[in-house]
């Protein structure tokens, strides 16, 4: 009887291990925890002809080439350098514009958290989409469509840079 069972595990042992999965002995030089990669194609592997076309005549086309010419003026960084030193030694209020500097820094962050966090709101940026759309239609009808209107924009703008220049 111990035989029949000797004989019966032995055939299910060999029945299951088909079923079970290798594991890999432990002299293997290969790591269990990186999964296998697919072999490197080499370019010389891409070079067959495709609809009568090479691989290098059907990408040939997106190749860019950059080239320069001598009629391009091209900055000097100790010219510049120079420039900025002078306008910066001519500058009278130089507290003022290191405030200025810095308020338009903290600005610029916190108008960038401020539409962060309007756009985390879920309905919201759709919303103010359609108004920016809806204000857009409207600045167009009312300032761009008509050449009246066109002449009375331009009469707006050169008010204002008179206000600002502060020779009105």
Do not use: H
């Not at 004989?7 to 594991?23: E, I, K, Q, W, Y």
């Amino acid at each position: 009887m111990a035989m029949a069972y000797a004989g019966t595990s032995s055939s299910m042992a060999a029945a299951t291990a088909g079923l079970l999965p290798r594991v890999p002995s432990i002299q293997s030089t290969r790591c269990l925890a990186m999964p296998c990669l697919p072999p490197r194609f080499s370019a010389a592997s891409f070079s067959t002809n495709s609809g009568g076309f090479s691989e290098s005549r059907r990408f040939s086309s997106l190749l860019i080439k950059a080239s320069s010419t001598e009629d391009t003026s091209s900055v000097d960084p100790g010219e510049l350098l120079g420039d900025l030193k002078e306008k910066w030694d001519a500058v009278e209020n130089k507290s003022t514009v290191l405030l200025y500097g810095g308020g338009a820094v903290v600005a610029v962050w916190l108008s960038s958290t401020v539409v962060g966090a309007i756009n985390s709101v879920p309905l919201l940026p759709k919303i103010l989409e359609l108004v920016g759309l809806g204000y857009t239609g409207w600045f167009v009808y009312r300032y761009l469509l008509f050449k009246s209107s066109r002449k009375e924009l331009a009469q707006d703008i050169e008010s204002l840079k008179k206000k600002i220049a502060g020779t009105e």
